[in-house]
């Protein structure tokens, strides 16, 4: 499968704080990738450092297979991006902003910038320094989406976005991302947004990746355990992969990474108890982990 984005060892300082922690990552074609992680995490720092807007101060970032120091016209033209602080020119029109942009694409998609322009309610002759800061969020996406890239990626796109919004929005990612050829990064707070469209989730933390593999198998892996018992639990229960753990005398509810059969029929022997699996949201298992 190829890799459209690859990191390897890849680090940044700022003021002497290390932001990146020599990160390893690559992101193959066809997948839609959700970056999670808490503010400071460096989300975007890692966004920059991939598009070759930040130097590295360790480490290599390819795309396509180009160093992103070096990337040829051929190669951006493939890529779209939506950086969390939008800066047009707040003289243009709508209309003129698009033009000026799709003038730099050999692929630009005329009939799917209108429908996005029709869809998301935005007038082509309003001036770009009269629209809300929701109206500009939404034309920064029509023109990222504008030449269909193969490889989009987005730094927190929907945050002023209205849920209507928001909707159509993800709608048109699921519809470039049903392409197997398309990549999409997306950066975002609103983990209900990445439970609609991401197949993929790299989660940061403190810098690093804390985990990168499939929705389904990060699912799979983290689950709330139910404790049940006619005996009184010690304050704390050695479990292996538990995040958090709250005890109150018979009863015990823990966050375990790494649920097997295996370690159920252990906490069953070992304290004489029923235990009950739950599923955790996306947005469950964000807080769990950032709370161990």
Same mark, same amino acid.
């Given at each position: 499968?190829?890799?459209? *984005?690859? #990191?390897?060892?890849?680090?940044?300082?700022?003021?002497?704080?290390?932001? &990146?922690?020599?990160?390893?990552?690559?992101?193959?074609?066809g997948?839609v990738?959700g970056l999670?992680?808490?503010?400071? /995490?460096?989300?975007?720092? &890692?966004?920059? =450092?991939l #598009?070759?807007?930040?130097?590295l101060?360790?480490?290599?970032?390819?795309?396509?297979?180009?160093?992103?120091?070096?990337?040829?016209?051929?190669?951006?033209?493939?890529?779209?991006? *939506?950086?969390?602080e939008?800066? #047009?020119? %707040?003289?243009?029109?709508?209309?003129q902003?698009?033009?000026?942009?799709?003038a730099?694409?050999s692929?630009?998609?005329?009939k799917? /910038?209108e429908?996005?322009? @029709?869809k998301w309610?935005?007038?082509?002759?309003?001036k770009?320094?009269s629209?809300?800061i929701?109206?500009?969020?939404?034309?920064?996406?029509?023109?990222?989406l504008?030449?269909?890239?193969?490889?989009l990626?987005l730094?927190?796109? /929907? /945050? @002023?976005l209205d849920?209507?919004?928001?909707r159509?929005?993800?709608? !048109?990612?699921v519809?470039?991302a @049903?392409? !197997?050829?398309?990549?999409v990064?997306l950066?975002t707070?609103?983990?209900?947004?990445?439970?609609? *469209?991401? @197949?993929?989730?790299?989660l940061?933390?403190?810098? !690093?990746?804390?985990?990168?593999g499939?929705?389904?198998?990060?699912?799979?892996?983290?689950? %709330?355990l139910?404790l049940?018992?006619?005996?009184?639990?010690?304050?704390?229960l050695?479990?292996?992969?538990? #995040?958090? =753990?709250e005890t109150?005398?018979?009863h !015990?509810?823990?966050?375990?990474?790494? *649920?097997?059969?295996?370690?159920?029929?252990?906490?069953e022997?070992?304290?004489?108890?029923?235990?009950?699996? =739950?599923?955790?949201?996306?947005?469950?298992i964000?807080?769990?982990?950032?709370?161990?």
């Amino acid at each position: 499968m190829e890799e459209l *984005v690859e #990191l390897h060892g890849a680090s940044k300082r700022f003021d002497g704080r290390e932001v &990146l922690k020599g990160i390893d990552l690559s992101i193959p074609r066809g997948r839609v990738v959700g970056l999670l992680g808490k503010n400071g /995490a460096g989300k975007t720092t &890692l966004i920059k =450092c991939l #598009l070759g807007l930040f130097k590295l101060d360790a480490g290599t970032v390819s795309l396509f297979g180009e160093d992103v120091r070096n990337l040829s016209g051929a190669t951006k033209e493939r890529i779209g991006y *939506v950086p969390q602080e939008i800066d #047009l020119y %707040s003289w243009m029109r709508v209309r003129q902003t698009i033009a000026y942009i799709a003038a730099f694409y050999s692929n630009w998609d005329d009939k799917l /910038a209108e429908e996005l322009v @029709s869809k998301w309610e935005l007038n082509p002759e309003d001036k770009v320094s009269s629209l809300s800061i929701g109206q500009v969020q939404k034309l920064a996406l029509i023109l990222a989406l504008g030449h269909q890239p193969e490889l989009l990626i987005l730094d927190e796109p /929907a /945050a @002023s976005l209205d849920p209507a919004a928001r909707r159509t929005f993800l709608s !048109a990612v699921v519809e470039i991302a @049903s392409d !197997a050829n398309r990549t999409v990064l997306l950066s975002t707070h609103l983990t209900s947004d990445l439970e609609r *469209v991401a @197949s993929d989730v790299v989660l940061l933390k403190s810098g !690093a990746v804390d985990y990168v593999g499939t929705m389904d198998e990060l699912k799979d892996s983290i689950k %709330s355990l139910r404790l049940t018992t006619e005996r009184l639990l010690p304050k704390t229960l050695d479990v292996p992969g538990v #995040l958090n =753990c709250e005890t109150r005398e018979r009863h !015990a509810l823990l966050t375990v990474r790494g *649920v097997t059969p295996e370690l159920i029929h252990t906490l069953e022997a070992d304290y004489d108890a029923t235990v009950e699996v =739950c599923d955790l949201n996306l947005e469950d298992i964000f807080v769990e982990v950032h709370r161990a």
